[in-house]
DNA sequence: CCAGCAGGTTAACCGTCGTTCACCGCCGGG
DNA sequence: CCCGGCGGTGAACGACGGTTAACCTGCTGG
């Protein structure tokens, strides 16, 4: 399990695998990216040892040093990576969404749901180890974060017009949550039916 | 082990009034164990030293192991403390509650609403650290979080009667993740608007 | 009044783990 | 054909943190 194995040429291998094209080129520094986040996820940054990073690509534990600074250097890069998808993605599609504040929230819900779907693991690292980050690199996650939250909390603002801002941070960080649940009932239900369960959930909570 | 219920009287030792004015008379072992919960919930319970769990309570940090086996025992005790709390809790209320599902559904929902904004650093603790107990006690607290999800699944499959289990089961981890969100928001809205907010949040997130 | 024990203290031990070091094989370009 | 550097290896190092040991103290019950 360990023997990873050759990983042949260049623009070889691409002809069965369609639809993961963004893993398809692998190149070292994201296999370890995308090791570790596994990892991480499942046990938790500080109990993973870059030891068993490393035997989760084929190489030993100071391997890593050739690619990452530091292991914290590797997580900092993880979580301000996700921090800027979400941020930037938000941004996005309540551009492309129009004015009105329900299909923003729309956007915004398919946009979460999405996202939580495709990356359980980057989900739970992201509100996990952030504690775990050295000070200034925590600080520019919680930038990012706090930059989405408040796309979504103004589309919540013109939606519903009467409550002030503090309620409509509770009922984004609610939402969120409720999105993000994904990692605990993981696989059980298909991805689409799980998709449609939770944004029908996300746009009853949010407006009801 | 020791009842320890002897508070030795009336308390004139040099120093205890560190940062213990509130709660009642605690003895020793539940100070501890909620100071640790604290910072647990801050930090990680991986990253918070047995010092800094006594220097909390205003000892040094050997002396923990006067009332603990170790570290770990400590954040089992933690966790098979909540997850029984939770089990044994949804089970009562629901027998409060009558024959009604929705009677039921809404005893369940205002019973994890309390308790989410009672302790929302055990909320954090009990899904951050998991992972990091020894297998045996894990098991334990799986089975205990089972017991409660399915009590769940239950109700919520009599309400939504073409559902199957697995979507109610996703419906019930989406409601808690949503109710359990409050340590994210922490703070800011009062506590009686909180709560009135993830009710009726949780309400049509289940419903809807 | 004395024994004993619950509860603390400091110092030391020891395993784990991140990180560094010195060395090495492979591969592509002058 | 050599050569530089990229990526990898095993060994060693140093810090940190959980745990144990040895010793101390002040109530408390007989």
């Keep these: 399990m360990t023997r990873a194995g050759t990983q042949a040429g260049p623009g070889r291998s691409a002809r069965d695998t369609a639809l993961i094209a963004d893993t398809s ?99 739970v690292v992201h509100d996990r180890d952030l504690p775990s980050l050295p000070g200034a690199d925590a600080a520019a996650v919680r930038r990012l974060q706090r930059r989405y939250v408040e796309e979504w909390v103004a589309v919540l603002a013109r939606l519903h017009h009467g409550d002030d801002a503090a309620a409509c941070r509770a009922r984004a960080h609610a939402v969120f949550g409720l999105i993000n649940s994904t990692p605990h009932s993981a696989g059980r239900l298909g991805r689409p039916a799980m998709g449609e369960l939770l944004r029908r959930m996300a746009w009853s909570a949010a407006t009801g």
Tied chains: 1, 2.
Excluded: C, W
Aim: net charge negative; hydrophobic share 50%.
């Design 25 to 123: 080129h692998p190149s070292r520094r994201e296999q370890i990216l995308q090791a570790a986040a596994q990892l991480f996820a499942e046990r938790g940054a500080r109990a993973v040892g870059v030891d068993d990073i490393g035997a989760a690509v084929g190489v030993t534990g100071p391997a890593i040093y050739r690619h990452f600074a530091s292991k914290d250097a590797m997580l900092a890069e993880m979580l301000v990576g996700i921090s800027e998808r979400l941020a930037d993605g938000a941004r996005e599609r309540i551009a492309e969404a129009g004015p009105e504040p329900a299909a923003q929230l729309r956007a915004l819900i398919d946009f979460q749901v999405e996202f939580a779907l495709d990356n359980p693991a980057l989900i």
